[in-house]
């Protein structure tokens, strides 16, 4: 099946297709939202290419301008256009389905390159009238600058643990980071009654419908208290007051699996969250 670049003109018809398949979408259906299909200069920005089948959208693959590659492909694609459509540029990572990110992977001659994070982690998702908040006595609020050396901090340590980022590469993106989420209002900290900071979360992308949960984290000293759990179900609960209706996020171990099935979620599937040590340049087919 060919592919065309996408244009202005697409993206209606892009997000409608991305829609039916959205709880191994969110990144392509937010970048689109934010820059539209072709591309541009912000890091998240996606040019795109289209698979068509009588008249429709029916497959979408994508590389941001920071070098990830993302796709939604239910009917697949042949290794020799990827890798013609891709001939050319530094990959950073790859993002999507395991059943396609995988694939596609091979198909880029990527399989054996080394990676600073390879992981097929459990998909999970949750209709918001269906999420259970845990009694507590902590509250949520969002965070503000006043909160931005903690939070910087606390950013580190994620990166570091969840991310295997290196120390020195954690200290230098965790500011970005952490600036970036409080300009976009999607950092909230939970506290105890007395105002001691006990856990973060965030919105990796929000759409009308739907959100993405990312950046849990409960420092040290304070896990094992159901922090974690309850951060989220209350960022949940304020969402669905908004008319969100549904979440998804990926969890990064058995003890994150067992918090978010505690509120709702549902294990669905696999995503392949994929960040190669360095940028891998990607040769045409021949």
């Given at each position: 099946?060919?592919?065309?670049?996408?244009?202005?003109?697409?993206?209606?018809?892009?997000?409608t297709f991305l829609r039916a398949h959205t709880e191994t979408s969110m990144f392509l259906r937010n970048n689109l939202r934010a820059f539209g299909p072709c591309g541009g200069d912000a890091p998240h920005a996606t040019r795109m290419w289209l698979q068509e089948c009588d008249g429709g959208v029916s497959g979408v693959l994508g590389i941001s301008t920071a070098g990830f590659v993302m796709m939604q492909l239910p009917a697949g694609a042949e290794g020799d256009r990827v890798r013609t459509?891709?001939?050319g540029e530094d990959v950073r990572g790859i993002l999507g389905a395991s059943d396609q990110a995988q694939p596609l992977?091979?198909?880029?001659?990527?399989?054996?390159?080394?990676?600073?994070?390879?992981?097929?982690?459990?998909?999970?998702a949750l209709d918001l009238d269906r999420l259970r908040v845990p009694v507590g006595d902590t509250s949520l609020r969002p965070a503000t600058t006043e909160d931005r050396a903690l939070l910087i901090r606390w950013r580190e340590e994620y990166l570091v643990e969840t991310v295997h980022f290196t120390p020195e590469d954690a200290i230098e993106t965790a500011p970005r980071d952490v600036d970036g989420m409080l300009a976009r209002g999607a950092l909230m900290l939970l506290e105890a009654p007395d105002g001691t900071p006990c856990a973060m979360t965030a919105f990796n992308?929000?759409?009308?419908?739907?959100?993405?949960?990312?950046?849990?984290?409960?420092p040290d000293d304070m896990r094992g208290q159901?922090?974690?759990?309850r951060v989220v179900a209350l960022h949940l609960k304020k969402a669905r007051s908004d008319g969100v209706e549904r979440a998804i996020l990926f969890a990064s171990g058995p003890a994150a699996s067992r918090a978010y099935e505690a509120i709702g979620f549902e294990h669905i599937g696999s995503f392949t969250m994929l960040i190669f040590e360095e940028a891998q340049h990607i040769k045409a087919a021949a």
């Open positions: 099946m060919t592919f065309r670049p996408a244009n202005t003109e697409d993206a209606p018809a892009i997000e459509l891709l001939g992977r091979q198909m880029l001659g990527l399989g054996t390159a080394p990676a600073q994070l390879d992981d097929d982690e459990p998909l999970y992308a929000i759409l009308p419908d739907m959100v993405q949960i990312g950046n849990v984290f409960t159901g922090h974690a759990r």
